[in-house]
């Protein structure tokens, strides 16, 4: 039922002009704002504070804008079948050349991206630009809502496949494929390497460096940040390449950690457009008590 449901809201918003179904989102955000509990709000601002060094007040308005944000970013996903028809009116690329060389060179590559703007549209604006993506994406708990994300996200290109699904995405970037990854959530102890990002030990996830370094690809980090217009600018990144000296480990970890300093200047940019609410040092607090200093 929910699939159906979800089909009929996405079905009005593309007839609905794209300035209302803004205000639609910023009232849903709102709205989500003021039921989020209270535990998970300070743990918001209390990350706000410890990472940007954000007074009280500084660090609730950031931690509400990010919230708030996650309205419009949901109408955006439900008129993906208006968007992919004119893709150009809703995202411009900085950087394109740079994948279209590795394409040209017969290589794939590994996208680096952040739970931060529209992810979702993030991963289309690639895909709807030509460049053969495909989507890891993590299993819905909810059937109908996992159907729902997934036809919508090939619906606009993209290839999806699930995290478990690592020998498909090693055999599609043989095939000339970008593997897109966000690379900012916390992981378990044992599959992170810990790592500084905003000056904290921090569990990191290696899969991109690991990735392009089996396959000898380059990794493009790219990000998202959309305007007071509803525009977004997608910044593709200059590539970066694996060193394979005879320390894997090292190889890998040095790599992550230049990757994680991209994703910390792009949050430090934009603050509002980042997941917040994302228990970032979770599995270390579960694994020392606290997190390390």
């Known amino acids: 039922m929910l699939y159906y449901v979800l089909k009929a809201i996405s079905f009005v918003a593309c007839l609905l002009p794209r300035g209302v179904c803004e205000l639609l989102g910023l009232a849903l955000g709102n709205l989500a704002w003021l039921v989020i509990p209270g535990k998970r709000k300070q743990l918001a601002v209390n990350q706000i504070k410890k ?3 954000a007074d009280e007040a ?3 308005r950031i931690a509400k804008a990010s919230t708030v944000r996650f309205g419009p970013m949901l109408f955006e996903v439900l008129r993906f079948p208006v968007i992919k028809k004119d893709p150009e009116q809703y995202v411009h690329i900085e950087g394109l050349e740079k994948m279209q060389a590795a394409l ?3 290589r794939g590559g590994v996208i680096a991206a952040a739970h931060s703007g ?4 993030l991963g289309g604006a690639f895909a709807m630009a030509g460049v053969p993506l495909v989507g890891v994406a993590m299993k819905q ?3 109908a809502a996992d159907r729902f994300i997934n036809e919508y996200r090939t619906m606009i290109g993209m290839h999806i496949t699930y995290k478990t699904g690592v020998r498909e995405m090693f055999a599609m970037l043989k095939k000339g494929w970008f593997i897109g990854l966000i690379m900012d959530q916390d992981t378990t102890i044992k599959d992170g ?5 905003f000056g904290q030990p921090t569990n990191c996830t290696p899969g991109a460096a690991s990735m392009a370094r089996f396959q000898d690809v380059p990794i493009f980090p790219s990000f998202m940040h959309r305007d007071e217009h509803g525009r977004h600018t997608l910044v593709i990144q200059d590539a970066i390449y694996v060193e394979k000296t005879a320390d894997k480990r090292e190889d890998i970890r040095r790599t992550t950690q230049i990757i994680n300093k991209a994703i910390e200047a792009h949050v430090r940019k934009y603050p ?3 997941f917040w609410l994302h228990d970032r040092w979770k599995s270390l607090r579960e694994e020392y008590g606290t997190e390390r200093e």
């Open 193 to 197: 390497v810990i790592l500084d990002f």
């Open 141 to 143: 708990k909810d059937s």
């Open 272 to 274: 509002e457009e980042w």
């Open 118 to 121: 529209n992810w979702e549209l």
């Open 104 to 106: 040209a060179d017969g």
């Open 58 to 60: 500084e660090a609730v």
């Open 51 to 53: 990472c940007l060094g």
